[in-house]
């Protein structure tokens, strides 16, 4: 017996020694490393995982019998669910560092004149933060910089980088110049009622000029992540946004109440100095990891023709649609604050607290938003980027339709999640201190209606992308033209005539990412000739099922706990969320169970095969 069980060490030792996978399907027989086994997936999903389409028949190989044990899954869909569950795991911890720096925020200013107007004087650098840094310059540098990586080698890559940072160091610089001396501008652009609270204007210009820098590191960190994600490095890139969250809170408080006092800062400017040295620090949490792999930033410019360099023209040449694109969500953006600083109450006064209660409301709904649509997108756009640099569009419709599965399947449940148990969260997290109750329930009035478009809002984030690695930017932008309408259309009716006030502004948003998804869905398939929605359809009919009933369930448990009259309405809260959360989770988990959505098997296949590879399972459930 211990001879046998050396002998098949050794065995499986060599067998994790070859280059090719046991020949059991057509995908293996290629040549492709096996990863794991498909024992534990139903025998369903075994056969779409291990025998794709796309693959050639089974082989049979002298000596070898083909059976379910050996299948192997496909590597890119391992992958893509292992990378995007190493970016959730890692934007988790961002989102719930960002809910505490939030949380600090509302405990310490509330939802005054104060907080709306650090609202208004962060939004200004973090617009033009998603217009250049991570909107335009993400989408376009990531594929030119994986098609450089992967065609010509790291040192040309490499050089492509830092033509990059030159580039933005230059660009990015000057519009941090310019930001700065014409914030009063830029201020009465974004928030011209708040002439009418005495200080409150002046407040918020100092504040944005303070808060401008921020938008050159934020850039060169958003490049930073760019280069790590098409190494794989995904974990490191996405523990950037942490950095910046624990920074903020850690050197505001310092400046606010330690140091500021004796140089005449008030508290409020002090968090404003937070976010400066916040995004330093999360610029410099990934410098070790490019210096690892010799890409650390030189920063260098062309002389002479500027577009000489085919890989920095070809960024150049995407950014411009891209740029465009951005700047109609940042219209829009602009549009709802400046509708959000003109609310009026019943005497006709301007509100101090509807920018405020927005933005802790969407802060709050970027917790799913993060750890799911935008984990996904970044585990994906270098997988397509791939697939589209060798013109191999079977894996591309693959990956993407993977995608867009997996994302229906974490968000659809959230978003009713969010809807439900959202005014018991909201109180949980943010009900202390100068936070009271009223603002609890006028944030979980615009959370509710920011949740509705949750899932259109993951997809954009997955589908925008695929377009840039694809090399056309054109659609996009087109997309993103016609929000404009519909989002200065919906808004103007729901705040300006039916009298939604900011739950009307979170509505609209939500309409305008049901509207650019669905646009650019279809745009897509009919680009790369489908995108499996026969498929897609049937998994979204399911998992809107199976959320109903957990919606129900919550709804069911949450009603009985607030209403069984609890001294404390927080400790009420706690154990609502302690209850209904998990509960909701089981029901979810059954139903989607029963109706056997294949994401959700799929997803626990590729969980169970590490799970089978460190206990030495070979091949799964027996």
Not at 458 to 471: D, E, H, R
Not at 473 to 478: I, K
Request: include cysteine.
């Amino acid at each position: 017996m211990k001879r046998f069980h050396h002998a098949w060490t050794r065995f499986a030792r060599s067998a994790r020694a070859t280059p090719w996978a046991r020949p059991s399907c057509g995908r293996a027989a290629k040549g492709v490393r096996s990863r794991t086994h498909c024992g534990w997936a139903s025998p369903r999903v075994r056969r779409r995982l291990c025998c794709p389409v796309s693959a050639s028949p089974p082989r049979k190989q002298p000596g070898r019998c083909i059976s379910r044990s050996n299948c192997v899954p496909s590597p890119a869909r391992e992958n893509l669910f292992r990378s995007a569950g190493v970016v959730s795991a890692a934007i988790f911890l961002s989102r719930i560092s960002g809910l505490v720096r939030e949380q600090v925020m509302g405990a310490l200013f509330g939802a005054s004149s104060e907080s709306d107007a650090f609202v208004v004087a962060v939004r200004i650098p973090n617009l033009m933060r998603d217009l250049f840094a991570e909107g335009a310059l993400s989408s376009a540098f990531i594929p030119a910089f994986t098609r450089s990586l992967g065609n010509d080698g790291k040192a040309a890559a490499a050089k492509l980088s830092n033509l990059v940072a030159g580039s933005l160091v230059a660009i990015v610089g000057s519009i941090c110049l310019l930001g700065m001396i014409f914030s009063p501008q830029l201020v009465q652009l974004f928030a011209s009622g708040y002439h009418e609270i005495p200080g409150k204007f002046e407040l918020t210009v100092q504040m944005t000029r303070i808060m401008f820098p921020f938008l050159l590191l934020v850039a060169l960190a958003a490049q930073a992540m760019g280069i790590l994600n098409a190494l794989n490095q995904f974990g490191v890139a996405a523990l950037s946004s942490t950095f910046f969250n624990v920074g903020s809170v850690i050197f505001g408080l310092s400046a606010g109440y330690l140091i500021g006092p004796r140089f005449g800062i008030s508290p409020i400017v002090g968090m404003a100095y937070g976010v400066l040295c916040g995004g330093a620090w999360q610029l410099l949490w990934q410098m070790p990891s490019l210096v690892r792999e010799g890409l650390a930033f030189r920063p260098s410019l062309v002389i002479g023709n500027y577009f000489a360099h085919p890989g920095l023209r070809q960024i150049f040449l995407l950014m411009g649609p891209a740029l465009l694109g951005n700047a109609a969500t940042q219209i829009n953006v602009t549009v709802n604050t400046n509708f959000a600083t003109s609310i009026t109450d019943a005497a006709g006064h301007v509100m101090s607290g509807p920018a405020s209660w927005l933005q802790y409301a969407f802060r709050f709904m970027q917790l799913p938003l993060g750890v799911f649509g935008v984990a996904i997108a970044s585990a994906t756009l270098p997988s397509v980027s791939r697939s589209a640099a060798a013109g191999d569009m079977v894996e591309f419709r693959a990956t993407m339709a993977r995608s867009l599965g997996i994302a229906m399947l974490l968000t659809v449940p959230s978003s009713v999640g969010l809807v439900v148990l959202g005014p018991s969260m909201i109180g949980v997290v943010y009900e202390r201190g100068a936070f009271h109750a009223q603002d609890t329930h006028q944030t979980a009035v615009a959370l509710s209606c920011y949740a509705l478009g949750l899932v259109s809002y993951s997809a954009l984030k997955i589908l925008a992308p695929a377009f840039y690695a694809l090399n056309d930017a054109r659609t996009p932008m087109l997309v993103s033209l016609g929000s404009i309408a519909v989002n200065y259309g919906v808004a103007y009716a729901l705040v300006k005539r039916v009298g939604m006030g900011h739950a009307g502004l979170a509505f609209s948003t939500s309409m305008v990412s049901i509207f650019g998804s669905v646009a650019l869905f279809l745009a897509l398939r009919r680009r790369i000739g489908g995108l499996e929605g026969r498929k897609l359809s049937l998994s979204a009919a399911k998992i809107c099922a199976a959320a109903a009933v957990m919606g129900a369930a919550c709804m069911a448990s949450s009603s009985f706990i607030m209403g069984r009259g609890f001294a404390s309405p927080q400790w009420a809260r706690v154990l609502d969320l302690a209850v209904s959360a998990p509960l909701g989770l089981l029901v979810f988990y059954g139903v989607s169970r029963a109706l056997r959505v294949e994401e959700l098997e799929a997803a626990m296949a590729a969980a169970a095969g590490p799970l089978a590879r460190r206990f030495g399972f070979a091949g799964g459930r027996r």
